[in-house]
């Protein structure tokens, strides 16, 4: 008996073989960068990262040594820049020195003390003139560390700034008591200069030529005012030094109570539009509360649970048609036109693979190939069918699944020994256990 030369007896190995060839051609070297090539490529941005880090580092440090003597001329401060040494020594003299740490604490403080003088230093300018204003109203006696243009124009219009002293040598040169005992000053620092010198309610201590002095003292309605331009003479790495603590002892010792206040961030006057609670009415606040409630009602009252649950036994016996049915409405609810293909063909491929002999694990691609070998196919064809083709409609989508079921039962007739058939074989008894 003559075999027919177009039925091929070993298709299987005829699919290998024509595997191997298109896996071959389509092989090109390995482009995986190894840790090396890697190391290379990462190494300006390895470096970036560590000059940035460095960098950081660095200027935290110099930041952090700037700042790391605490607040600027804070009673408690014992670093260079505080100036807890002249607080520590007005205490042992007897005078007792409140600490207030808000703008409303300075003004308790100086309303219930008998006879107060302030010390006031706002290095940033936090307080707004009218704020300066209310509390210049309440001491006999301030003295003003560094004041800034805010303050000069609110409290001390005729004094403005001399900029930075060039002198070597700082005598008082005025008729100030607590200057003339000072006798000198610690050179350099910023100055001060009266715009109106023949007022005679102004006096300018320690100048440093050309109009600008180190101290200015302004006699406001039996009010004692003395501005004091550079802060080096309070504190602690200065005061030491030439005639800086007799001067601050003998203009804050004055009194028996001193009220040492340094702004802060918290003194900021509050400015901008008003909030929203601000501007709706009184009752919008209840309604919103009782409109939740309601809500919150109406969840617990629609949510509750319709009874206890029912405990079925597992398994759950389902007809295959039903899951069929279930399962394709839920397919056409959603337009789910390319999953339905795909369980489609992920079964074809299944049924493909037994027929023509490979094993469960084969690759589509194997059984595309085996396929177009056996029925004499186009590859790029058979692979449409089982793979590449996206049905677009419900017509592409009955278009393929005609598709599908014609190439299995070419199959089917171009195998010997097997019968073809046209649909997937329904499971056993009409029904599946989940």
Known sequence: MTADPAIDPTPTRRAQRLAEREQSARLT?????????????????????????????????????????????????P???GSRALVEVLRQQGVNVTVADTFDDAITALSTSTDPTLFFADENGYLSAAQITQLLRLPSRAVVSEP?????????????FGGVSTADALSADCSVPAAIRAGTLSPGGTTLRIVDESSPDMTGC??????????????????????????????????????????????????????WYLPTLADVPRTGPPSLGAL????????????????FSAFVWRGRRFGPLVAENLPVTVRANETMEGRARLYSRNSARLRAIDALRIGALSRLATRLGLP????????????????????????????????????????????????????GRMLPGTTPSSSPPAPPHGRIDI
Do not use: C, K, Y
Not at 63 to 71: E, I, M, N, P, Q
Not at 214 to 234: C, D
């Open 29 to 77: 070297p390995s482009s995986t960068p190894t840790v090396r090539t890697a190391g290379r490529r990462a190494l300006f941005w390895v470096l970036a990262g560590a000059g940035a880090v460095i960098l950081s580092i660095v200027a935290s440090l110099i930041v952090g040594g700037s700042t790391a003597g605490g607040v600027p001329l804070a009673a408690s401060n």
């Open 79 to 81: 670093a260079p820049a």
């Open 148 to 160: 800034d243009f805010t303050f000069l124009d609110a409290v001390a219009p005729g004094v403005g």
């Open 206 to 259: 320690f100048p440093s030529g050309d109009g600008a002095f180190s101290m200015v003292e302004v006699a406001r309605g039996g009010q004692s005012l003395t501005l004091v331009a550079q802060p080096a003479v309070f504190r602690n790495d200065e005061i030491g030094t030439f005639g800086n603590a007799a001067l601050a002892l003998n203009l804050l010792g004055v009194s028996d109570t001193v009220v």
């Open 280 to 295: 709706t009415p009184g009752w919008v606040t209840p309604v919103l509360l009782l409109l939740m409630l309601t809500a």
């Open 360 to 411: 469960r694990t084969a690759h589509h691609s194997e059984i595309t190939l085996a396929v177009a070998a056996l029925t004499g196919q186009p590859v790029a064809e058979v692979r449409a069918i089982l793979i590449d083709d996206v049905p677009h409609s419900d017509s592409d989508l009955v278009r393929l699944s005609d598709h599908l079921a014609d190439l299995e039962t070419l199959v």
